[in-house]
């Protein structure tokens, strides 16, 4: 379905797929089904994530059409992934993101923040009240 070229002819056949319950994408399918198929070249604001666990915010406009958001995103207890091999996400993972994740209450904030130069992000913020650690990610 999702196979390059598209058919300029038709947007909704290459929106995104999304359709696990627990994550969300905003904006939304809805939401995307009203853009032309240029507008989806460039949405702004993009975020992709999972209730109780996290959520990816892209910080530059991005290409949407033809991502599995399914097979491509991974949000999980204290991790993210995003597979670029998968559901076209290499349109995703070149682009900055914040990454907003339930790490765990009370962590040491000094071993949040090697941990994050270890994997190349870079640590913005710990908040231990609610165990959510944000990051700023470059590439995926």
């Given at each position: 379905r999702h196979d390059l070229p598209f058919d300029e002819d038709d947007p909704l056949d290459y929106l995104p797929v999304?359709?696990?319950?627990?994550?969300y994408l905003s904006p939304s399918i809805a939401e995307l089904s009203r853009l032309t198929s240029h507008e989806?070249?460039?949405v702004e604001d993009l975020k992709i994530g999972?209730?109780?666990?996290?959520?990816?915010v892209w910080l530059q406009p991005v290409d949407v059409r033809g991502i599995n958001v399914d097979e491509s995103v991974l949000i999980d207890v204290a991790a993210v992934e995003l597979d670029p091999r998968k559901g076209r996400a290499e349109m995703l993972g070149n682009v900055p993101t914040k990454v907003s994740l339930q790490v765990g209450k009370d962590l040491?904030?000094?071993?949040?923040v090697?941990?994050?130069?270890?994997?190349?992000?870079?640590?913005l913020s710990y908040q231990a009240?609610?165990?959510v650690l944000l990051m700023e990610v470059v590439f995926f």
């Open positions: 999304q359709t696990r319950d627990d994550y989806l070249t460039m999972r209730r109780g666990y996290g959520e990816i040491n904030v000094d071993v949040l090697n941990q994050c130069k270890s994997n190349g992000s870079k640590f009240s609610t165990g």
